[in-house]
Nanobody, 113 residues
């Protein structure tokens, strides 16, 4: 069964860090581009970062220099390291495999003092 399971979200103070994980099962994630999106209520889901099978990465301008996407192919897992978090980073974060149309269930990130 194909599945993407996100974890690692939570409540953090501004300036803090979190690492999100996206564990894939039922397919070989290393063969595909993987992406992180985020969504706040009432708004569209926005692309945060992506990594392809060659480890090439891309980022939204709003997170460049603060977020890092990576993948561990031995664990079939993609990560999003988020540093210097800001209140505007508050959202539900989703893992996505664009070529296959798979989405995870999302993990909530709240940045607040």
């Amino acid at each position: 069964q194909v599945q993407l399971v996100e974890s690692g979200g939570g409540l953090v103070q501004p300036g803090g860090s979190l690492r999100l994980s996206c564990a894939a099962s039922g397919f070989t994630a290393s063969r595909y581009t993987m992406r992180w999106y985020r969504q706040v209520p009432g708004k569209e889901r926005d692309l945060v970062a992506g990594i392809n099978s060659f480890m090439s990465t891309n980022y939204a301008d709003s997170v460049k220099g603060r977020f890092t996407i990576s993948r561990d192919n031995t664990k079939n897992t993609v990560y999003l390291q988020m540093n210097n978090l800001k209140p505007e980073d508050t959202a539900v974060y989703y893992c996505n495999v664009p070529m296959l149309g798979f989405w995870g269930q999302g993990t909530q990130v709240t940045v607040s003092s």
